[in-house]
């Protein structure tokens, strides 16, 4: 007997049928786009050498750093923002901010950036050193006056309203005295006496790096550059595990140097896909072009030189340039100067020095023409703050605006010319240039202009008319001698000669030093003020302020005999 057809239950089978089918066929093509995937996408395709090659031997002294797996590799999936501008066919002027000393509050970092975009930059190369923020384990390395984590979104989120690419410079393997001088990491120095270089053979320093690396690059999510720095490797090869490494290996500075660079890039370049990476050249000079080749960093890095005096050899320059392009880096940058450079405690920048760099690297960057298997693809307009991070303060950022500010017209104009001189002029708000003597005339209107006219001023007078109120004057070496003074004695008619002149030099310079720490303030954090007034104002005021407190005691005694 037959039953009748149930159309409900006829339409529920079709419906599991299609579902089963539509799975089934999901499965297959989930599997053969993996197994397609994975025949152009291996793990370490052999690019940094061969599966299984022999690690470096652990350092005998080395410590396990503290460090989880989180905190030392970024995500293996890159998920940075996608950036919003090309920049590989733009040629890029970057300003360098030396972040290692007296470091901007952010407020007026809003005021420059706009000034910066306006004279030509379109990027900031920024070298946070012990600014940035780091956290866990690393916070060690921050300074007390860090930056927050808000401040670094505050910085690029300025930048990129005035157009201006962020740069990120972290220093991988020499200049690194902000890491190296703390205990903690004391063991991972090349040379135990000093924290100028990285000790490239202990596996821990790759680590300390990565995690280093990942916090900046975690906060930099649209930048199209890292620069890792590696410039003046001081004492590399000197320690004893490098020793024992060239010996054992039949090795050379330059091969260790190379393999600990490509490390570095390696890491970067796998972690953060897109972004491309810049170096200083200087340790490369002596490479050769076989070394380079065999490494394989140009293939994802590409050389900074830099060159900071005004009439430098542009056809050695040449001879670099051809170096790297036979050892296959696709592009090059070049770093000048606009400050920072002619002077560890330099205080005024002089202005035709820094100008005549430029005006040399220009001759450089007209003839890459010559260069057609290498592409030119920026400069940074350097600005150190310090020498390294022991040594004392160049000069301050308002210092040197002006000199950035005729560097980069020259730049941008192809020259230095009557109009471009204008041109800076009416930006700045100056009346005229002196270029020999490095003064403008005209009070100024850029951010921080005070500052510059105050610094001109203390820079040019203050020690002078101080020397020549207190060891020109014939009275005080006649009645007022340390003599005198140690004995607490003298006659008030022969002080009063010499007292009213004295007195106003010191008030004068006490209003102006009483303004010039408020200006200071608004734009620095307590430890640049101090720093600046300790080493360009103390010296020549405590001399002045002592002889002021001794002459006002001494005068009110009214003659009384000397304290014996």
Known sequence: ?????????????????????????????????????????????????????????????????????????????????????????????????????AAPKVSYLEQVFPLLSKLGANGILVEYEDMFPFKGELETLKSPYAYSEDDVE????????????????VQTFGHVEFILKHDKYRYLREVERFPNSLNPHVPDTLSLLKSILSQVMDKHRHSSWIHVGADEVFHLGEGMDSKNWISRSNGDVGKMYLNHIKEVVNFIVNQYKGLQVLMWDDMLRKISVGAIQESGIAKHASPVLWFYAPDFDTEQIGKFISKYADSGFKSVWFASAFKGTTGPAQAWTPLNYHLKNHLSWLKVIQAMSKFPFIKFQGIALTGWQRYDHYSVLCELLPVGIPSLALCLQTLVNGGFTEATKKKILDMLGFQSIDLEKSTCE?????????????????????????????????????????????????????????GSKVLKVHEDWENLIQNFRSQLESIYFPDTVEEWMEENVNPYMDRLREFVRDYREIIRLNAKPKAL
């Open 1 to 101: 007997m037959a039953f009748p057809r149930n159309p409900k239950l006829n339409l529920l089978r079709l419906t599991v049928l299609l579902i089963v089918a539509l799975a089934g066929i999901k499965f297959i093509f989930r599997d053969s786009v993996t197994l397609d995937l994975h025949k152009h996408i291996s793990k370490d395709n052999g690019f940094w050498g061969k599966a299984g090659e022999e690690k470096q031997e652990v350092h005998p002294h080395s410590q396990a750093l503290e460090l989880s797996a989180g905190k030392i590799t970024a995500p293996k999936e890159d998920t940075r923002k996608q950036l919003s501008e090309d920049f590989s066919t733009t040629e890029m002027r970057l300003v360098h901010l030396d972040l290692k000393g």
């Open 154 to 169: 505050k910085i690029q989120q300025l930048a990129a309203l005035n157009k201006l690419e962020v740069v990120p410079l």
């Open 442 to 498: 005209g009070n100024g209107a850029f951010p921080g202009s005070e500052i510059y006219r105050m610094v001109e001023q203390i820079n040019g007078q203050l020690k002078e008319s101080i020397a020549k109120v207190l060891e020109e004057e014939s009275a005080i070496k006649g009645w007022f001698s340390p003599y005198h003074r140690k004995h607490q004695f003298g006659n008030p008619r022969n002080l009063e000669n010499f």
